[in-house]
């Protein structure tokens, strides 16, 4: 009897994207005060992640682990294990400078240089040796203005002061000036607070469109900021990190009561 073989196909197994940042059991003390306890927490390339919890909870103080912000702080001190694409941050033969280049930060309040519109976009290309020549510049700055929504409303007064702008247009103009010396990652802390609706809908709206070519970080009290912008959202709670998974999740059905607590209104 003729037997009639048989061949089975097995479907290749689903890629894993590495997270393009990485934090492991990550502590902060100033002096001898504990801030953050035991952070892990993977940050997906090319999306946002939303950084929620009361005030004083250990969000920002996490954000700035991500770009050794917590450096200029001489009795701030940090444990654990942070990653850039797989690159120790704390490495001592890594350039804090040129990390920082890597991973841009928006501030809370519009901080614009008291220099023209050209010169705050010029300057971080500028003292990181990223300019060619004066063409290339020029490049630089219509490019991150373009990609900041602002080079429209902007492209006539490009040698008038930043500080002349409106609220919403400084924050834009310090997105555009994070954007300058391409980075790869951008901490947001808190960008629409001190802004309008009609600038925060703008600002959110660029974030979306930033989160295609960029991995961003936000912080943000606003429940309904962090479901609107955000793909992934971690909890944080005196000092803990208490929960993370996708937004839709966090929201819908968290795991944990004090998370529920918090996005119900219950604390914070």
Request: aromatic share 6%; proline share 6%; with cysteine.
């Amino acid at each position: 009897m003729e037997q009639i073989a048989v061949t089975t196909s097995i479907a290749p197994a689903p890629l894993i994207e590495t997270p393009k940042v990485t934090a492991r059991d990550v502590g902060v003390f100033y002096g001898a005060k504990q801030a953050l306890f035991d952070v892990n927490l993977d940050i997906p390339r090319n999306s946002v992640t939303a950084l929620i919890g009361p005030s004083g909870c250990g969000k920002s103080t996490f954000l700035r682990c991500l770009n050794r912000m917590n450096d200029t702080i001489p009795i701030c001190r940090v444990t654990g294990e942070i990653e850039l694409d797989g690159q120790d941050i704390h490495d001592r033969d890594l350039d804090v400078v040129e990390l920082r280049a890597r991973v841009g930060m928006v501030f809370q309040k519009p901080n614009p240089f008291p220099k023209s519109i050209f010169d705050n976009i010029a300057y971080g290309p500028r003292i990181h040796g990223l300019v060619r020549d004066r063409t290339h510049l020029e490049e630089i700055v219509t490019t991150s203005l373009e990609k900041a929504g602002l080079w429209r409303e902007v492209k006539d007064r490009i040698h008038e002061p930043g500080t002349g702008l409106s609220g919403g247009q400084q924050q834009r103009l310090c997105i555009a000036r994070a954007i300058a010396t391409t980075p790869d990652v951008i901490l947001m802390d808190e960008p629409c607070s001190a802004l309008d609706p009609i600038a925060t809908a703008k600002v959110e709206e660029l974030i979306d469109e930033l989160r295609q070519n960029y991995t961003i970080v936000i912080v943000t009290h606003s429940m309904q900021q962090a479901r609107r912008v955000s793909q992934k959202t971690a909890f944080f709670h005196i000092g803990h990190l208490v929960e993370t998974g996708d937004t839709e999740q966090i929201f819908d059905d968290p795991r944990d009561k004090r998370t529920q607590d918090y996005i119900n209104g219950r604390f914070g």
